[in-house]
């Protein structure tokens, strides 16, 4: 039987670009790729390795996550797929693309604010998704995940989410 080889580099950015299309199960609008949680991209022992980090220990997509991501990559052919799910390194909002921001703020959550402007409060966000007024009130340190922040705007009145800074 002929072995049939690979070009790895070719394929790892076939796959990446794939990953794009597999949304955060949470948070629709953006990937898992906006999201920053692509750690490594591998072949080995005939097999593709993917690893991931969470946004969060205990995020409740933790398990749904490598499924989307085996069933689109199953889709596109491939199917000697190991989906990782990793801790360290620990995922960080440094992580999140400009472009995962931007889709963010557009679907009404304030992205997290880079680690060099925070203060004591894990880092306000900058302004509201709403009507753009930087006058936000804390409503609770939890939202409907974890890993944001429940806040009110000032001006409009509304609220919003803030997806807090790790």
């Given at each position: ?26 948070i ?18 005939d ?56 889709k ?45 922040a429940?806040y ?15």
């Open positions: 039987m002929k072995e049939v080889l690979i070009d790895t580099h070719i394929e790892r950015k076939e796959i990446a670009s794939l990953l794009h299309e597999v949304a955060d199960p949470e629709p609008i953006v990937s898992i790729v906006d999201l920053g949680m692509i750690v490594d991209i591998h072949y080995e022992h097999q593709w390795h993917i690893e991931l980090a969470p946004t969060y220990s205990g995020c409740p997509a933790i398990d749904v996550i490598p499924i989307l991501v085996k069933i689109r990559l199953e889709k596109a052919g491939y199917h000697n797929i190991n989906v990782n799910m990793q801790i360290t390194p620990p995922w960080s909002t440094e992580w999140i693309s400009e472009e995962g921001k931007q963010l703020f557009q679907y009404g959550i304030a992205p997290p604010n880079p680690k060099e402007r925070l203060n004591e409060d894990e880092g306000r966000p900058r302004q509201c998704p709403q009507c753009g007024s930087e006058e936000t009130v804390l409503i609770s340190r939890f939202s409907s995940t974890p890993c944001k429940a009110r705007c000032a001006s409009c009145n509304e609220p919003f989410e803030y997806f807090k800074c790790y």
